[in-house]
């Protein structure tokens, strides 16, 4: 099931792009047993009938490619490996998977039918595959026995197959399959210290046993990352992201290059996210070079980018930032050079914003405030006002720290509950906001001399976004105004190690 990731628009809105199910907050059903990060080296295989060398290593690229989220491409391969063999029932089975939905990627209408003439095939070619063979196929043909109207009760019937075919076989593909199966339908959500839904429990027991038998498991490892990514406690996919992490892929398996950024940039650490999203993106170049207009680029290109640029703008390099904003304003069509100032503290450069910049009215209305300018902030909230955009979170930071400027500090308040609000309906997972509002509510406390409300705010800041490094210079100097000295120490050090390689004063850098 597809996640609605929130993707920013002209002031601050967000638009819906299909990428997994939106997951609440947040188990530990741990997973812990997962060995050290050693690289996934071990191929992906599935043995099929086939007396065809070439049929059975195209038929397990194809597998490779459906677990790396490529299903165009492991369409491909499946395909190659049935003109190979066309008497490989299994090779046509491989295109019903491919074709059929993913956690990123629901079910297609044209797709659909396309699947549904594979698994015939596959079915009318099986008498010569191996009962194992003949059980994947057999329970495949269960999703698309009817119309794609029936779709939702056929996939049911999938996978609650898939699952006993996986708990009696104990094969590693069935679990890994089943696995997915449950958490398309059960989501990602967590109550606690497990997951919502007893699906995904299932899923997490069947990710465990494959994971323990087999640490290096490309698709055990992919679906670890996507399931703990709202989880409460997500240490027990670092091993994932770790090995994901330590494995050179080709251009068709970007998406396995991206997933660490997932962990790395929910439990705060931006700079190894960074890493992790320029690997991705240099693979994604290629790709995009190769053909722009292919259904993964289209599909993926835009969260990628939006993932490395969130990391970078938590960072305090602006020239870094900058590179990551060139790469938004192509990916995206809309310039993000004035936000990345205004985050950055370039104040002249963010009010020097044109029309087409992200959120441009409030980015030069901020701008204009943190340059003395308030007659010119009041026009520029005006025109929000009367063009009725100010539901978004930068306009109504703008809004916050206007009536701030202006003495009223509960319309401020207002404001900025307004926006946070926004942002935590909007944003979960490995994407954050541009400009967390707690940081502003924390700054706007701390100027105004109540330290004890600032660390509330900083601390909020920090607990939604771990490590945000503006929100722990700003908690040091709020714990330092209320005489904790040792406390204030220890957050000044954190952000210390956290703001290496800036180029910019943290001072400016407050919203």
């Known amino acids: 099931m597809d996640k609605t990731v929130s993707y920013p628009t002209a002031e601050g809105l967000s638009s819906a792009e299909p990428t997994r199910q939106r997951l609440k907050k947040p188990h530990v059903l741990l997973l812990a047993v997962v060995l050290a990060a050693t690289p996934p080296t071990r191929p992906v295989h599935l043995e099929v009938t086939t007396s065809v060398s070439q049929a059975q290593a195209a038929f397990d690229r194809g597998l490779f490619l459906y677990y790396a989220y490529d299903g165009d491409d492991a369409q491909r391969s499946f395909a190659q490996a049935a003109a190979f063999d066309p008497q490989l029932a299994m090779a046509f089975w491989g295109i019903a998977l491919a074709q059929g939905p993913d956690l990123n990627t629901p079910v297609a209408e044209d797709r659909f039918a396309v699947a549904a003439v594979a698994i015939r095939k596959a079915s009318a070619s099986a008498r010569t595959a191996s009962p194992l063979e003949r059980r994947f196929i057999e329970i495949m043909a269960l999703r698309y026995q009817g119309t794609f109207a029936d779709h939702t009760r056929d996939d049911a019937a999938y996978r609650h197959a898939m699952l006993a075919f996986a708990q009696t076989s104990r094969d590693e593909n069935a679990e890994l399959l089943a696995a997915e199966a449950l958490m398309e339908h059960g989501g990602l959500e967590w109550n606690a210290e497990a997951p919502a839904s007893d699906e995904t429990q299932q899923a997490l027991r069947l990710i465990e046993g494959v994971l323990s038998d087999d640490a290096q498991n490309v698709m055990a490892n992919h679906l670890c990352i996507h399931l703990y ?77 939006a993932v490395g640029y969130s990391a970078a703008m938590m960072l305090g390099n602006y020239t870094q930032a900058q590179r990551w904003s060139q790469r938004m304003s192509v990916a995206f069509g809309t310039n993000f050079d004035a936000i990345t100032a205004l985050r950055f503290g370039r ?138 000295r040792a406390q204030a120490t220890a957050s000044d050090d954190s952000f210390a190690q956290t703001w290496k390689g800036a180029d910019t004063n943290a001072a400016d850098a407050l919203p």
């Open 229 to 305: 990514d709202l989880a409460p406690n997500r240490a027990p996919a670092r091993p994932c992201a770790e090995r994901l992490d330590a494995e050179a892929w080709s251009a068709e398996a970007e998406h396995l290059a991206h997933m660490p950024a997932h962990y790395w940039i929910e439990t705060g650490n931006y700079a190894r996210a960074l890493n992790s999203s320029e690997r991705a993106y240099q693979l994604m170049a290629q790709l995009t070079a190769a053909d722009a207009t292919s259904a993964h680029v289209q599909h993926y290109a835009k969260h990628d980018v």
């Open 347 to 484: 104040y002249e450069a963010a009010y020097a914003a044109s029309n087409d910049e992200f959120s441009a009215l409030s980015v030069r209305g901020l701008a204009a405030l943190h340059l003395g300018r308030i007659g010119e902030a009041e026009t520029m909230a005006a025109r929000l006002r009367s063009d009725k955009t100010t539901d978004g979170y930068m306009p109504a930071l703008l809004l916050a720290e206007l009536a701030e400027a202006r003495g009223h500090e509960a319309e401020a308040e207002a404001w900025i509950d307004a926006s946070r609000a926004n942002q935590r309906a909007n944003f979960s997972g490995e994407l954050i906001p541009l400009i967390p509002a707690d940081e502003a509510l924390g700054t706007i406390r701390l100027e105004h001399g109540d330290a004890g409300s600032a660390i509330e705010a900083f601390t909020a800041a920090l607990a939604a976004y771990p490590n945000d490094p503006r929100a722990l210079y700003g908690l040091a100097r709020a714990l330092s105004a209320s005489g904790r």
